[in-house]
């Protein structure tokens, strides 16, 4: 099973609006990153946060994390059409070499 | 290179042939892994490199699967007799290390369709 896994599945908004994303993680981990994927080809790294952090930015980009609850949360402010494309948790375990993956939150931006 | 090269960009072969996929990794980067990706779905691991230890191989499916790296550098994904099944978009990524608090550099991809 996945050790990540993204909520919700699948997001449309407007515009200007906010999008939210979140996932969720069963063990210990390193670190958790955010990537974005367009049609289904290469993932674009987003923003890694080791697990002794809980916040952290990146333009408008802001990703949380929350390890008593083992759960992250990224947030798009001021989304654009461009933001369009399918986003990915991914953990990076304590004892493994290789980050899992999970199924994706598909993000559709309306202009 | 400047990124991860991934070739074929796109392969479609009959059912029971052989198939190559091969990756370039970012120059430096000790670290290679091999995901797939089927339709709509997330990346299951298959393989990664770290530097010359042992590859940890517990994500290949069977033993139709298997992926050497020469020289630290260039990884060739092989699958051997394909199967409908096998049809997916095969991802190389590299990383400066392996279990470390480092991002991916995801290569294209190789679509690969068996029929």
């Known amino acids: 099973s996945q050790q990540g896994e993204e909520d919700p599945q699948a997001l449309s908004i407007q515009e200007g609006e906010n999008a939210t994303m979140n996932c969720s993680y069963k063990t210990s981990i390193n670190n958790l990153q955010w990537y974005r994927q367009n049609s289904g080809r290469g993932l674009v790294h987003l923003i890694l946060i080791r697990s002794n952090e809980r916040e952290k930015h990146s333009g408008r980009l802001r990703v949380t994390l929350d390890t008593s609850k083992k759960s992250s949360s990224l947030l798009i402010t001021a989304s654009r059409a461009a933001d369009t494309a399918s986003y990915f948790c991914a953990t990076g375990g304590t004892n493994a070499g290789k980050s899992t993956f999970g199924d994706g939150t598909t993000l559709t931006v309306k202009p | 290179g400047a990124g991860v090269s991934q070739s074929p960009s796109n392969k479609v072969t009959e059912k029971g042939k052989d198939v190559e996929l091969r990756c370039d990794p970012i120059s430096g980067h000790t670290a290679l892994y091999w995901y797939r990706q089927s339709l709509g779905q997330g990346l299951e691991f298959l393989i990664y490199f770290q530097g010359n230890s042992a590859p940890d191989k517990s994500g290949l499916p069977s033993d139709r699967f298997s992926a050497e790296r020469t020289g630290g550098s260039v990884s060739t994904l092989t699958i051997q007799r394909t199967q409908q099944e096998d049809s997916a978009v095969y991802l190389c990524?590299?990383?400066?290390?392996?279990?470390?608090?480092?991002?991916?550099?995801f290569g294209s991809g190789t679509r690969l369709t068996v029929v």
């Open positions: 990524a590299s990383s400066l290390a392996a279990g470390e608090n480092y991002g991916y550099t």
